[in-house]
């Protein structure tokens, strides 16, 4: 298997909405988001899978290694080796890829964040900066653009947290802050032992609905950045908004069953989302 292949095989065998919004760039660009969004899974992976907080840290030193060695020109894994050939065509620099790197290595480090402003910064590491690589290889005329993709990523991350508490808990981890849970007097352990009723409360429920609502507002705030000259390229990341911010809807029109169960929408769904986002261009 080349190395196109791998990073082909790691994007589609995802499962991720973010395959879907891929499939309408031409050639180039989809070569460079499918081995840019391939070297995020693999990272990610190595917290996701982890049953050895050790050898995880060690594996994200191997690949922190392995990035400074493919921008000297001497790239060892597939993943590298495909998007290499990308990364001075768009723009991509070494510091992004250690960025992620770094918010990856936040999730061995804390399973707690005391307030918003904290979870913040580790959102700008693992959303924030891969949505300012993905508006460069999608292609932009305007600095603010950037700044509509940082924040856009914000917003996808959100939406993520909101859906994974359940499975972020069976990890031991909380990434809804401290002080909300305190301020809508939802215990930590309600969360994490999820036994039946599974923690479910109105104060739970009035919790996640905050939640939400500062993630919609995310996402007005992201997309009242984008500049008109910049909408046609953009239009991937206007698929994962439309694509994410409906999943959003749906988990709080479940009335935040996110404790037991984990809401997807189906892939022929993510795809007719991505589809009229393209006919659209919003």
């Not at 190595?46 to 060690?58: H, I, K």
């Not at 603010?144 to 939406?159: F, I």
């Not at 069953?257 to 984990?262: I, N």
């Amino acid at each position: 298997m080349n190395a196109q292949q791998y990073v082909q095989d790691k994007a589609a065998g995802s499962g991720s909405s973010f395959y879907y919004a891929f499939l309408f760039l031409p050639p180039p660009r989809r070569a460079a988001i499918t081995a840019f969004y391939a070297f995020c899974r693999e990272v990610d992976d190595v917290v996701d899978e982890m049953r050895d907080p050790g050898v995880a840290a060690t594996k994200l030193a191997w690949w922190r290694q392995e990035v400074e060695r493919a921008f000297a020109g001497r790239p060892s894994h597939p993943v590298m080796q495909a998007l290499m050939p990308c990364a001075a065509e768009f723009g991509i620099v070494a510091a992004q890829l250690q960025e992620v790197i770094a918010g990856c290595q936040m999730d061995l480090d804390q399973t707690r964040y005391l307030d918003y402003p904290g979870l913040q910064r580790y959102c700008d590491r693992v959303a924030g900066m891969v949505g300012e690589v993905a508006a460069r290889i999608f292609g932009h005329t305007e600095a603010r653009t950037l700044e509509y993709a940082h924040r856009l990523g914000l917003a996808l991350q959100l939406t993520n947290i909101i859906r994974d508490v359940g499975d972020d808990a069976r990890r031991g981890r909380i990434y809804l802050p401290v002080s909300e849970l305190q301020r809508f007097d939802v215990k930590a352990h309600e969360l994490l032992e999820r036994k039946a009723p599974w923690g479910y409360s109105e104060r739970f429920d009035a919790l996640m609905r905050f939640q939400a609502t500062r993630a919609h507002a995310t996402y007005d705030e992201a997309l009242a950045l984008l500049p008109e000259a910049d909408r046609a390229a953009q239009k991937p990341g206007l698929m994962m908004a439309n694509i994410y911010r409906c999943l959003l809807r749906e988990i709080e029109a479940g009335g935040f069953q996110v404790l037991h169960q984990r809401t997807s929408l189906t892939p022929l769904r993510k795809l007719w989302i991505a589809l009229r986002t393209h006919w659209r261009g919003q």
